[in-house]
């Protein structure tokens, strides 16, 4: 009887220790999805914040135009009818 007592204890000890070590490793597996979410979650937020910025920057400092020598004033004391023709000549050959 004692045998089959001792052959019970260890089944039993070793089912115990199956359902422990199960629980424990589901435990881990869990929180390193729980930590790999959140990281993503903080680089989207990240991410949004450096699209929101620049959008944010480019509507509050808009590229500079490029003057074209067509855009001139004539009444403009620096006014230079030499280079207003040379670009109106390339322009229309």
Same mark, same amino acid.
């Given at each position: 009887m004692s045998t089959t007592s001792g052959v019970n204890v260890l089944r039993y000890s070793a089912l115990a220790f199956g359902v422990f070590?199960?629980?424990t490793h589901q435990r881990t597996i869990n929180s390193?999805?729980?930590?790999?979410? !959140?990281?993503?979650?903080y680089e989207h937020k990240q991410q949004l914040i450096e699209q929101a910025r620049a959008e944010y920057a480019k509507s509050k400092n808009p590229a500079p135009r490029?003057?074209?020598?067509l855009d001139q004033d004539p009444m403009d004391p620096n006014f230079d009818l030499? !280079?207003?023709?040379?670009?109106?000549?390339?322009?229309n050959p």
């Open positions: 070590y199960g629980f390193h999805t729980r930590a790999a979410a !959140a990281k993503r979650e490029t003057k074209s020598p030499e !280079a207003y023709f040379n670009a109106l000549a390339a322009q």
